[in-house]
């Protein structure tokens, strides 16, 4: 059975060790040679980076996220022992993890990280889809040729690349399609490569809970339930026909994907839907002054993510959540595309004051959709605000003094509310 040393990338027979390093960190698998679709996961993103520049954080627990009123964007594997998840509120992680140390969002740092893992990737293949900053599928069909090697040992040497000269970590899924590319990546986390043939597709779904499937959310797998269809393998015992008739088009897609079945290509070109971000607060609030400060850092945030990806929205979405968690959102379509934080955060405002929402929420959040690329953002004048023009420079100017001295250089007063 072909075998791969992930620390010395020797080749081998299968067995427990290394024969030349003797490392047990080994991949083995009867079709490790074949498979060529792959998804790359970094392991704890933002907090490994954080970890990296501050060698002080190394042993400690490490949450990314917001203040005492946030939530947690991620955290290390030291946190996660203690179950701090993300999207966990502040105060929660911080009962279950008293000892870890909270770190502040630096985007500009994991963007730079993560631009430079694409360009490893790109020595490997054109054919890449990224899902975020730090995960992309990769299709490697037909470069063993190119490199003299197979995909699994380019893979190897990328996460080996990735942690030698980055100091970030990531972990591999192999397979023959997306779908169980990304669920293999999830598989040895940490520092993991995993492996998923065409030939045990079957017995290794089957006894997988439904909530695997894309698209199987909180409200789909309780109608799942209700149907008692609870894993793969009671999906697997009803007809195709008989599961559209009771879900419709997602029943033809659970059909299809508990087969192992994915035809979807590895799409260089993808786009994001949506950019979008929220927070949650840790008390109910209706303080204007509050959520004013909380919708311009948000809009901000969204704005220098879609500056990253090079993109910008021709839509700006509000999203609101009261105590009882009824959940509101709103949408108002700008005159073309921007990727402006001002424009974003008053559009955003303009919907928080014309709907008369009455709180206390629990949660806001703001985002840009109906994208498109960056060179067609900001364009036009806005006739009914002239000032614009002169706020978007001022903004640009901000965005390059930070990007020479640092995310916290300078920032508007409404920030700081």
């Known amino acids: 059975m072909p075998a791969l040393c992930r620390d010395c990338l020797t080749r081998f027979d299968a067995g427990a060790r290394c024969p030349v390093c003797r490392s047990p960190r080994v991949v083995s698998h009867g079709e490790l040679d074949t498979l060529s679709i792959a998804h790359m996961d970094c392991d704890a993103f933002y907090a490994s980076v954080e970890k990296r520049d501050n060698p002080s954080l190394r042993d400690v627990p490490v949450i990314v996220g917001g203040g005492q009123r946030g939530v947690v964007s991620t955290c290390c594997y030291l946190a996660r022992i203690h179950g701090v998840r993300s999207a966990m509120p502040m105060f929660q992680a911080l009962k279950l993890c ?31 889809e990224p899902l975020s900053l730090d995960e992309a599928f990769l299709d490697l069909t037909g470069t063993a040729r190119l490199h003299g090697a197979p995909p699994a040992l380019m893979l190897a ?13 990531g972990s591999i899924g192999l397979s023959h399609n997306k779908f169980l590319a990304k669920i293999a990546s999830d598989l040895d986390k940490p520092r993991g490569f995993s492996v998923v043939g065409k030939a045990e597709t079957a017995e290794f779904l089957k006894p997988k809970s439904v909530r695997i499937i894309w698209g199987v959310g909180t409200a789909t797998q309780a109608a799942l339930e209700a149907a008692g269809i609870r894993t ?26 508990a087969r192992g079945e994915d035809s979807r290509r590895v799409n260089r070109d993808e786009r994001p839907k949506s950019i979008s971000k929220e927070t949650t607060f840790f008390e109910d609030s209706s303080d204007p002054v509050l959520l004013d400060g909380h919708l311009w850092r948000l809009a901000e945030q969204v704005s220098d993510r879609a500056k990253a990806k090079g993109l910008a929205g021709r839509t700006v979405t509000l ?28 559009a955003a405002r303009t919907m928080l004051d014309q709907a008369g929402f009455r709180g206390p929420f629990r949660l806001i959040g703001v985002g840009i959709a109906d ?33 020479r001295f640092g995310a916290e250089a300078i920032m508007k007063g409404r920030a700081l509310r």
């Open 319 to 346: 999203k609101l959540k009261r105590g009882g968690f009824k959940l509101v959102t709103r949408r108002q379509s700008l005159d073309g595309p921007t990727q402006i934080g001002d424009r974003i955060y008053r």
């Open 232 to 257: 793969i393998a009671d999906l697997l015992r009803w007809e195709r026909a008989d599961l559209i008739a009771r879900f419709g088009r997602m029943g033809d897609h659970l059909w299809r994907l």
């Open 157 to 169: 040497r990328l996460t080996r690349r990735m942690e030698t000269e980055l100091g970030v970590t």
């Open 98 to 128: 008293p000892q870890a140390v909270v770190v502040k969002p630096r985007m500009s740092a994991y963007v730079e990280v993560s631009r430079a893992i694409r360009s490893m990737m790109e020595e490997l293949t054109p054919a890449i």
């Open 371 to 403: 994208l498109a690329p960056a060179a067609e953002a900001d364009l036009s004048s806005d006739l009914l605000d002239p000032d614009a023009g002169r706020r978007a420079a001022t903004e640009r100017a901000t965005d390059a003094i930070r990007a």
